[in-house]
């Protein structure tokens, strides 16, 4: 069964707006942790945020911000001030209970436009 | 430091060929995951290593996947014989330890710039 679901497979944003990248996810575990990866058309996999299930406080890094919904079990990215630099494929992921095993979406492709 | 490293970059090889791919992950890291991301599809989890043990293992497809992690360093993925079907990019990422406690830092996995596969 699919954990992790990314409902948009592409949006575009203008350049300096905040755009808004969805992410549910499903588990009976009460203890897991929520990502945020970026991957620009060069491959690489980059390490956004993280939000862990009992953290009480919506995670921020930058122009990144995580909006957690634990009762809706939502885990939405935020990203602000949109720059040409952001153009990517942003993908949502989920660890379970205290091993590893990271489970991702689809993937949302976000193209910023000037 | 060093971040995790990966080898060869891009694969191209003809159905029923054999392939290795290496994996360096960062220096102390227990942790060593490897992921595949098939053309336009979700990145789907392989194995896990914990130092040279297999943690987990019921993501590899089948018998043609062997992975392996010599003294709980670098690990290899081989396929042998490599289908059509195993055309992807193959990630190996790598953590210092698990839990999902205080402090991200510990939980996050760092990524190679991952192996492309063209099995043809």
């Known amino acids: 069964a699919q954990k992790i679901t990314q409902t948009q497979p592409g949006m575009f944003v203008q350049e300096k707006e905040a755009v808004t990248l969805d992410c549910t996810y499903d588990?009976?575990?009460?203890?897991?942790?929520l990502f945020w990866y970026k991957q620009p058309s060069s491959g690489e996999m980059i390490f956004l945020i993280y939000?862990?299930?009992?953290?009480?406080q919506n995670a921020t890094e930058g122009r990144y911000s995580l909006n957690f919904q634990k009762a809706r079990k939502s885990a939405n990215l935020v990203i602000s001030a949109s720059q040409l630099g952001d153009s990517a494929m942003y993908f949502c992921a989920m660890r379970e209970g205290s091993w590893g095993k990271f489970q991702f979406g689809a993937g949302t492709q976000v193209v910023v436009t000037p | 430091e060093a971040g995790v490293t990966q080898f060869p970059s891009h694969s191209v090889i003809e159905k029923g060929q054999t392939v290795t791919l290496r994996c360096d992950p960062i220096?102390?890291?227990?942790?060593l995951y490897w992921y595949r991301r098939v053309m336009g599809k979700e990145i789907k989890f392989l194995l896990h290593?914990?130092?040279?043990?297999?943690?987990?293992e019921s993501g590899m497809p089948n018998n043609r996947f062997l992975a392996e992690r010599t003294g709980g360093t670098y690990s290899t993925l081989k396929v042998q014989p490599a289908e059509l079907e195993d055309s992807g990019v193959y990630f190996c990422?790598?953590?210092?330890?698990?839990?999902?406690?205080?402090?991200?830092?510990?939980?996050?996995?760092?990524f190679g710039a991952g192996s492309r596969l063209t099995v043809l």
């Open positions: 290593f914990v130092k040279e043990s297999k943690q987990d």
């Open positions: 220096s102390g890291h227990d942790n």
């Open positions: 588990t009976s575990d009460p203890s897991y942790g």
């Open positions: 939000q862990g299930s009992y953290d009480q």
């Open positions: 990422a790598s953590s210092q330890y698990s839990g999902t406690g205080e402090g991200s830092g510990a939980n996050v996995l760092t």
